[in-house]
Structures are given as structure tokens and as C-alpha cells.
């Protein structure tokens, strides 16, 4: 009778609601991709064949010397116990001290992230508003010379290399033109001027109402950030135009035409619908890339952001501030893949 009862009082318990279910699944999902992203970066920190109590106390340290800064970071404990307290650190936003400024890694990120952010989401705004329309008019027109030109701008943002684009860009538009700013967020009698409130100087200028400060940091940023959307439209529309093909050929577009319906609402009100979701998976990825693949231009144009802080560390053999790094990255990754879900739910309920 007792195992009838708890049978029973199992099979009469209610189930959890499914906004809670996900919910579950999802910072479950979160919990591991960092607890995995957190063990591989520990793991290239210690497969580096680089000394950190030597790039700490320099060659010339005593022994003595060696061996107390060898206690204090952990290393002669077991591997396991280090990983713990390096997943410790990480969770509570502690990635060490940067060797090079002897400042905490954490803070420098704070201040060099902005710079990528703001970089990357103007770049991606770019690829977004001329790419998609530039796909879909492309695959509308197919064979047509929107589709060349479409055709070209891809093979062309694809195949040429950054850095010369970069190089080519400041010899032209700032060295001959003078149409935009050169390196540098800013110039160099405006650095410090606008208080800094996100990192962002375009950000912070309009909350400061500084206008002569944003029309300088926005000559500095337009031809990076161009070159960056470059890129990220030859990806965007490339992959547009290939959704909207699919679609096109569907049998219910043909449908809509022989109604009546208008050309307009055949593709941007049916086609153009159906591939949203597609694209918010595109777009995501493409925002990340430039997140991540940013490093060139920010060397190129002296832009001080993450890629050429994670550059810098990583040619001084600064692992902390490399590793710290990386985790940002990785985690910016993360959260993109959750606002990604988000918006599927959002523009299609069949994901709910």
C-alpha cells in the first residue's frame, strides 16, 4: 500500500510549467558551454610554454623570490584544486593581475570592450541595412545587375584582406581626402573631454551634449566601422539572397501572384516573412564575428578595443589579461545564441 501511495502521489504531482522548463534548460545550457569555456582556457594557460612566475619576478629574481610568488599563485597544488580556484576567480570576475600595467584584468577590460562594442555594432548596423535589401533585391532580380552587383560586393568581401582594405581606406579618404578622421577614437585635442559613462565616446558625447566631440569621434569611427560592414553585408546579403530564393520558387508565392497581390507585399509581406528567423541566426553570428574578428582593423586604426588588448597581451606574454580575454568573448557569444532564442520565439511561434 505504501508503494501504491507514493505511485500514486508521483503520478498526481503536477507538472512544471513550460516557461519554467525552459527557462531550466536554458541557464542549464548556459552553466555548462562556461564551465567548459572556463576549463579550456585554463587548460591553454597551462599548456603555454611560458613560465607565470618568471613573466611575473623576471628572469633575474632570486630563487627565494621565485618560490614565494610560486606559493602564492596556487601552483603547487593539485590541478584539480588550481581549477577550482581559477573557476572561482572567473565567476566572481576576477581574472588576475595584468603583468603589464600591474592593474586588475577586469578593469582594463571594462575600458577596452566598449571600444570593440561600439566598433562592431555600427559595423553590423551597416552590413544590416544595405545587405539584406541588397540579398533580397538580388534574388528578386535574379540574373539581373542587381544580382551581379551583389555577386561582386560577396567575392570581393570575402577574398580581400583586411588590413590592405584598412591601409588603402586612410591613405585615400583620410591622407588625400581628408573626408575622415585618422587613428584614434578621437582627436587628440578631444581625449578626455567627454566624461565616460558606458566607454562608448558616441554614446557618451550625446549624453554630454558635446557636439564638436561627437562629430570628431564619428570621422574617427566611420571608416573602420565601413570596413567592418564590409564585410558583415557581404556575409548577410550573400545569405539572403540564398533564403530568399528558396522561397521565391515556393508554391504559395505563386499562389499570392495569381490573387493579385501586389509585387511589394509578395516579398517583403510573404517571402521576406518566412526568413527572418533564418536571419536573426546570420546576423547574430555575423555581429559576433566582429566582436571577435575585429583585430586587424583595430591595429590597423589604432582603435583601442579588445582585439588589439588581447594582441598586445598575448605578444608581451600577459596570460592573465589573454585569458581574461577570451572568456569575454566567449561569453559574448552566449549571450548572443539566448537574445538569438529570444527572437525566434518572438517572430515564430511555432518555437514557443
Known amino acids: 500500500m505504501a508503494l ?13 510549467p513550460l516557461w519554467l ?3 531550466l534548460k536554458t541557464v542549464g545550457s548556459i552553466a555548462v558551454t ?19 612566475v618568471l613573466a611575473i619576478v623576471g628572469e633575474r629574481a632570486s630563487q627565494s623570490t621565485y618560490n614565494e610568488v610560486y606559493l602564492q599563485l596556487g601552483l603547487d597544488k ?3 584544486v588550481q581549477f577550482a580556484y581559477y573557476l572561482w576567480d572567473v565567476m566572481h570576475g576576477d581574472f588576475g593581475m595584468s603583468l603589464l600595467n600591474a592593474r586588475p584584468v577586469s578593469e582594463d577590460i571594462k575600458r577596452v570592450f ?7 555594432t555600427l559595423g553590423v548596423f551597416f552590413g544590416i541595412f544595405l545587405g539584406v535589401p541588397l540579398g533580397v533585391g538580388a534574388a528578386v532580380r535574379k540574373g539581373s545587375w542587381i544580382d551581379q552587383v551583389a555577386r561582386v560586393v560577396a567575392l570581393v568581401g570575402y577574398s580581400m584582406p583586411i588590413f590592405w582594405l584598412g591601409l588603402m581606406g586612410l591613405l585615400v579618404f583620410y591622407g588625400m581626402l581628408g573626408w575622415v578622421g585618422g587613428p584614434g577614437r578621437v582627436g587628440i585635442f578631444y581625449e578626455d573631454v567627454v566624461p565616460s559613462v558606458t566607454g562608448m565616446i558616441l554614446v557618451d558625447s550625446i549624453l554630454d551634449r558635446n557636439w564638436t566631440v561627437l562629430k570628431d569621434a564619428f570621422s574617427h569611427i566611420v571608416l573602420p566601422a565601413s570596413l567592418l560592414g564590409y564585410y558583415s553585408l557581404a556575409y548577410i546579403s550573400r545569405m539572403t539572397r540564398s533564403f530568399m530564393l528558396e522561397q521565391m520558387s515556393a508554391e504559395y508565392i505563386t499562389t499570392a501572384r495569381v490573387k493579385g497581390m501586389s509585387e511589394w507585399d509578395v516579398v517583403w509581406k510573404h517571402a521576406f516573412r518566412n526568413i527572418r528567423v533564418q536571419l536573426i541566426t546570420v546576423i547574430a553570428l555575423s555581429y559576433a564575428g566582429l566582436l571577435e574578428g575585429s583585430v586587424l582593423t583595430e591595429i ?11 594582441t598586445t597581451a598575448l605578444l608581451s606574454a600577459d596570460m592573465n589579461a589573454v585569458l581574461g580575454g577570451t572568456v569575454v568573448v566567449g561569453l559574448v557569444f552566449i549571450l548572443l545564441n539566448i537574445f538569438s ?5 518572438f517572430f515564430d511561434p511555432r518555437a514557443k
Not at 566598449?114 to 566598433?119: F, S
Not at 532564442?341 to 520565439?345: A, G, P, T, V
Open 341 to 345: 532564442d529570444l527572437l525566434y520565439k
Open 114 to 120: 566598449p571600444a570593440t562594442l561600439e566598433l562592431a
Open 34 to 52: 562556461m564551465l567548459g569555456l572556463v576549463f579550456i582556457t585554463f587548460v591553454i594557460g597551462r599548456v603555454m610554454p611560458i613560465d607565470p
Open 4 to 16: 501504491t501511495n507514493d505511485d500514486g502521489g508521483a503520478r498526481n504531482r503536477a507538472p512544471l
Open 300 to 310: 590597423i586604426f589604432s582603435w583601442p578595443g579588445i582585439g588589439s588588448y588581447i
Open 21 to 23: 522548463t525552459g527557462t
Open 78 to 80: 593539485p590541478v584539480v
